[in-house]
């Protein structure tokens, strides 16, 4: 029989890895308080209409990387739904907001999430087919002030807070803006006069985007199509006045706040519903897929799925791409806990759990031995998991003088129980 491993493009996390990815959810969920979001929790599947209707339903994630299936009626009074894996949390946000009538207090929703991500494509480093995503959103009625470009502004300073206090050094942001519904129309009809003579040198995809929404051909990344992309006319040629002054304002409030970007012309982002500013954070340090996370302004999603006027702004990271940046950063950090307790005879592992509560109550990270090791293969396994050793033997117990080394120092030392906790807090050498 053969063993069962994990579904390809999936993968186990596993201990200290998950002490990085806890930090970096901490430090997420630590600033967005800061910045006054509160977190939402949607369902990982949602009906497919959602995603076709809001994502695009001739974009890659709709036409090829959905999980998708038929949920059987289980009455005759019931219908057959179709239901998907979500590849993308924004729509599912944006449904939540409509459904909970999250719009008639009149004030801004300032919402974020963290959690998984569906999508069938291709497994490569970084990139997987059950991906962790943190994101978050804001939107509103326009009452609200939710198309201010202050929003977009506040939104990227925020991001840029974000990896700065992860660490995250020598990122890049990007900007653009793809302007109204009815500048994307105008450039889609730019294009495809542009592509016309040229696409058929193209790649098959491109060949398809060019006929079905010639904006996407913008997001390929077949190196032998590039240099026919970089002739293609720029966006912002086909923006018009309140385009213009809105991405206008928000490079205004990013140069008073000081967050440094570039503009890349073209930078339209791979989801149907973006409108005006789109954006990317990068980071040379993760090769050719180098984007950490991206997002962009979405005021007419709320309208496409059935809900009211409601513009927004979003933005989703990887969280697999911020791991393998901090991993390229800065060296693995070990579990190592405070102390490890070693209880000489298994009469004494009661005695020694009872330590190891107290040691815990007090904030200490306490590994716990077992009796039946010889004091030789004590010290090799708290050698390895833990800076101290506490040995607890019958003279130790009757005595409350506990024995005591420290690993870094090799130094012996006798501690009284009542102040062990004190003394196992202290950095080495102290």
């Not at 967005?32 to 929790?41: C, K």
């Not at 991405?247 to 073209?266: I, M």
């Not at 130790?396 to 003394?423: D, H, M, N, Y």
Request: with cysteine.
């Amino acid at each position: 029989m053969s063993t069962l491993k994990a579904v390809r493009g999936t993968r186990d996390l596993l201990p200290p890895e998950t002490a990085l990815w806890n930090r970096i959810e901490a430090t997420a969920r630590a600033v967005f308080a800061r910045y006054n979001f509160g977190e939402i929790r949607t369902p990982v599947f949602e009906d497919t209409g959602l995603f076709a209707r809001s994502v695009g339903e001739e974009t890659d994630i709709v036409s090829k990387e959905m999980y998708t299936w038929e949920d059987r009626a289980r009455a005759q009074s019931e219908k057959t739904q179709s239901l998907t894996l979500r590849p993308e949390n924004t729509a599912g946000v944006v449904r939540a907001y409509i459904e909970h009538g999250l719009g008639e207090s009149g004030l801004l929703q300032k919402l974020y999430y963290i959690g998984p991500q569906f999508r069938r494509e291709r497994p490569q480093k970084g990139r997987y087919r059950q991906f962790s995503q943190i994101g978050a959103e804001v939107i509103g009625p326009p009452s609200s002030g939710s198309e201010s470009p202050l929003r977009d502004a506040e939104v990227l300073e925020m991001l840029a807070t974000l990896l700065d206090e992860l660490g995250i050094t020598g990122w890049t942001l990007e900007l653009n803006s793809v302007g109204s519904t009815a500048d994307r129309a105008r450039y889609n009809d730019t294009l495809r006069a542009a592509l016309a003579p040229v696409v058929g040198q193209m790649c098959v995809d491109c060949q398809r985007r060019a006929v079905t929404n010639p904006l996407r051909v913008l997001d390929c990344k077949v190196p032998a199509d590039q240099p026919i992309i970089e002739t293609l006319p720029v966006i912002a040629d086909s923006l018009d006045d309140a385009s213009k002054a809105h991405f206008a304002a928000v490079l205004a409030a990013l140069d008073a706040a000081s967050v440094p970007y570039t503009r890349n012309h073209r930078l339209v982002r791979g989801l149907d519903y973006y409108t005006r500013t789109t954006f990317e954070f990068t980071h040379g340090g993760l090769g050719a897929q180098n984007a950490l996370l991206g997002g962009g302004r979405y005021d007419g999603l709320s309208e496409a799925i059935g809900g009211p006027k409601a513009p927004g702004i979003g933005f989703a990271m990887g969280e697999d791409r911020l791991v393998l940046t901090l991993q390229a950063l800065e060296a693995p950090q070990p579990l190592v806990a405070d102390a490890f307790i070693a209880p000489l005879g298994e009469n004494l592992n009661a005695a020694a759990l009872v330590l190891a509560r107290e040691l815990r109550h007090q904030g200490l990270w306490i590994e716990l031995g077992e009796g039946s090791f010889r004091l030789k293969k004590s010290f090799e396994a708290a050698n390895k998991t833990a800076h101290t050793i506490v040995i607890l033997g019958e003279d130790e117990l009757q005595s409350g003088i506990l024995t005591v080394k420290t690993f870094a120092t090799g130094i012996q030392t006798k501690v009284p129980r009542a102040e062990l906790a004190v003394f196992l807090s202290k950095p080495a050498g102290e």
